[in-house]
């Protein structure tokens, strides 16, 4: 499911620099599509904190507590990057009237939000899909 709303957040992603980086710049589209990315990824988040993280932060195995925990110090920040980027961007006015600084922050978030996904992606899921495994065979 967590690949799953990479994928979604991904092609969202690509929407809203596609809408950005157009060369019929409509504000008020950028801001709809930036709507839609900041409330799919804030599903995202609030499914990763309330359930995955504590699941493996509290792992019986230490190694993967605290690859986990490496995992959300580093990572974590990047959640409210993305909130005050919205924040910031708040208006299709706004937007509009600073436009080249409005693509820049962009690209700089998405940026740092891609290469969030791509760890969690190689290092985090990899130790929440053993885990269900482990769950499965003790249920089996």
């Not at 980086?21 to 309330?50: P, Q, W």
Request: aromatic share 8%.
């Amino acid at each position: 499911m967590f690949r799953r709303q990479h994928r979604e957040l991904q092609k969202l992603a690509h929407e809203l620099s596609k809408a950005a980086m157009t060369t019929h710049y409509d504000a008020e589209r950028i801001l709809v599509s930036l709507r839609r990315f900041i409330g799919k990824l804030r599903v995202h988040a609030a499914m990763e904190t309330e359930a995955l993280y504590p699941t493996l932060l509290h792992h019986e195995d230490g190694s993967v507590r605290q690859r986990a925990e490496s995992l959300h110090q580093e990572l974590g920040p990047l959640y409210g990057l993305m909130e005050e980027f919205v924040a910031r961007w708040s208006s299709a006015e706004e937007i509009d009237a600073r436009r080249i600084r409005f693509r820049i922050e962009l690209a700089r978030v998405l940026g740092k939000l891609a290469w969030r996904m791509m760890k969690e992606n190689r290092e985090l899921y990899p130790m929440a899909d053993a885990e269900i495994r482990r769950a499965d065979s003790t249920f089996a």
